[in-house]
């Protein structure tokens, strides 16, 4: 990724590698003693040491951090807690965004650098620009860019070049209503499934959303049917909750006949119509602890926070939880940020050195931040 497009990835000149390849000694080291060890680093450095992990993290890795949650909560909690050193345990556009609403004296790191999002990558810069130019030459349309937060600084920054802004998957539908005020058509990047669910639940005419294809001239969409449109729908999607289906739904209903059903808007809008709530994974964390105790319930969303809800919640009020979807639904690039990655990291930083920076060089830093701080002020 260029300087013009997007963050770099930076490492210090004595570490200077752009993969995580740490040393053999740390994946040897049980994983015991790799988290005592973080956990004597993070005495040692104090307030100067912020540890983030999102809620699909392995647990181990989970265990370190000293705020857990989804990726916007974590960037504001870093920009909050004003520490020098910020280790994010997420995926990589969570890291920018952490950069994006720091100060300039803070750092922020990632511990393994190929912890990237399939999702993000699907809108690539250039082609998200292209799209959007030949949607508003079809329609001669105001058209509004709204970038899901699970997108690249490059693509955020892009958004509020154009007058858009972001959103978050609890704050969709108050971003749509807001972008409908001031334009006529929505070109919303890149979760299909999010902006499909979010328009249908604003009682968009299915026939008004259609679905831009990167990979097809014109999005593989007829001129009449870009202008009839309210929503343009990049295609892209998340490959965990891609795999939750109206089948898995109907299965677990069988099986569990007083079973709650809740998915996150990542689903396919069929699986959301099939279930009893959506919500993010904050909403979901929230409907479930203000539920009755011994409710049971089956969560369409990533397995590792799936499984310490199933265990933390049993465990508090006999409420009973299983991943809707039997088949393994893991975040397999968030899973790279093992503890030994982590520790791999503090060791550098408890001698003053720094690895695995992200940093999102200027201008894509403050126009990202400008579409940030506008989503924030249209949440309020």
């Given at each position: 990724m260029t300087e013009e497009q997007g963050s770099q990835?930076?490492?210090?000149?004595?570490?200077?590698?752009?993969?995580?390849?740490?040393?053999?000694?740390?994946?040897?080291?049980?994983?015991q003693e790799l988290l005592?060890?973080?956990?004597?680093?993070?005495?040692?450095?104090?307030?100067?040491?912020?540890i983030l992990a999102h809620h699909y993290q392995q647990d181990d890795t989970f265990s370190l951090?000293?705020?857990?949650?989804?990726?916007?909560?974590?960037?504001?909690?870093?920009?909050?807690?004003?520490?020098?050193?910020?280790?994010?345990?997420?995926?990589?556009f969570m890291a920018e965004s952490a950069d994006i609403l720091t100060g300039d004296d803070q750092i922020v790191t990632l511990?393994?650098?190929?912890?990237?999002?399939?999702?993000?990558?699907?809108?690539?810069?250039?082609?998200v620009e292209d799209a959007f130019e030949q949607v508003e030459e079809i329609t001669g349309a105001k058209v509004i860019p709204v970038t899901y937060i699970n997108s690249t600084a490059?693509?955020?920054?892009?958004?509020?070049?154009?007058?858009?802004?972001?959103?978050?998957s609890s704050n969709s539908g108050k971003i749509l209503k807001w972008a409908f005020s001031v334009g006529q058509k929505v070109f919303f990047f890149p979760d299909q499934f999010l902006g499909i669910n979010t328009a249908l639940a604003m009682g968009i005419p299915r026939e008004e959303i259609v679905l831009w294809r990167r990979d097809k001239h014109d999005g593989g969409l007829s001129p009449e049917a870009l202008k009839r449109a309210k929503v343009i729908l990049w295609d892209g999607f998340c490959s965990v909750h891609q795999r939750f289906t109206p089948a898995h739904v109907a299965a677990v209903r069988k099986?569990?006949?007083?079973?709650?059903?809740?998915?996150?808007?990542?689903?396919?809008?069929?699986?959301?119509?099939?279930?009893?709530?959506?919500?993010?994974?904050?909403?979901?964390?929230?409907k479930v602890t203000e539920a009755p105790k011994g409710s049971k319930w089956a969560i369409?969303?990533?397995?590792?926070?799936?499984?310490?809800?199933?265990?933390?919640?049993k465990a508090k009020d006999g409420k009973y939880i299983e991943v809707l979807n039997p088949t393994v639904c893991i975040c397999s690039t968030m899973y790279r940020n093992h503890p030994a990655h982590v520790l791999w990291v503090l060791d550098h930083l408890a001698k003053g050195e720094v690895i695995h920076r992200i940093l999102v060089p200027e201008p894509i830093k403050s126009q990202s931040r400008a579409a940030l701080t506008r989503?924030?002020?249209?949440?309020a």
């Open positions: 990835w930076v490492s210090s000149e004595k570490d200077s590698f752009l993969f995580a390849n740490i040393p053999a000694t740390y994946y040897q080291t049980p994983i005592e060890r973080g956990g004597r680093i993070k005495k040692a450095l104090g307030k100067d040491l912020l951090a000293d705020f857990s949650g989804d990726s916007l909560y974590l960037a504001q909690q870093a920009a909050k807690a004003r520490a020098k050193y910020i280790v994010f345990a997420g995926v990589h511990p393994n650098l190929t912890a990237g999002c399939s999702m993000a990558d699907m809108a690539d810069h250039d082609q490059a693509t955020k920054a892009f958004t509020a070049q154009k007058g858009g802004v972001v959103c978050t099986r569990i006949p007083d079973v709650t059903v809740m998915v996150h808007p990542e689903c396919p809008a069929e699986t959301v119509a099939a279930a009893d709530f959506s919500g993010s994974t904050s909403e979901i964390l929230k369409g969303t990533e397995i590792n926070m799936v499984n310490r809800m199933a265990r933390d919640f989503m924030l002020e249209l949440s």
